[in-house]
Nanobody, 113 residues
């Protein structure tokens, strides 16, 4: 299983970004996809997850600002990030859980004026 993430970058506070992550390989149709992030000097934390049936879960820090979605036909997960804050600055990693965790390479998101 391979994951390819894209969409990171530099944005001003209050701005928006959309991350995408495409999974390829032996993808079982029942799985959980999600995004985690790791800021400098901090542990990696889960941001949002979504099941193949569309059930979502968000961390309290992003609830109401971020939206996770997926396209099962494309094995792709998205993270729409609105009202970004400097505290959202981190490397964002996509993941897929099929019996075990598989991780993408990470994409940098920097929120700064």
């Amino acid at each position: 299983v391979q994951l390819q993430a894209s969409g990171g970058g530099l944005v001003q506070p209050g701005g928006s970004l959309r991350l995408s992550c495409a999974a390829s390989g032996n993808i079982f149709r029942l799985n959980v996809m999600g995004w985690s992030r790791q800021a400098p000097g901090k542990q990696r934390e889960s941001v949002a997850t979504i099941t193949s049936g569309g059930i979502t879960n968000y961390s309290d820090s992003v609830k109401g600002r971020f939206t996770i979605s997926r396209d099962n036909a494309k094995n792709t997960v998205y993270l729409q990030m609105n009202s970004l804050e400097p505290e959202d600055t981190a490397v964002y990693y996509c993941r897929i859980i099929i019996g075990r965790d598989y991780w993408g390479q990470g994409t940098q998101v920097t929120v700064s004026s």
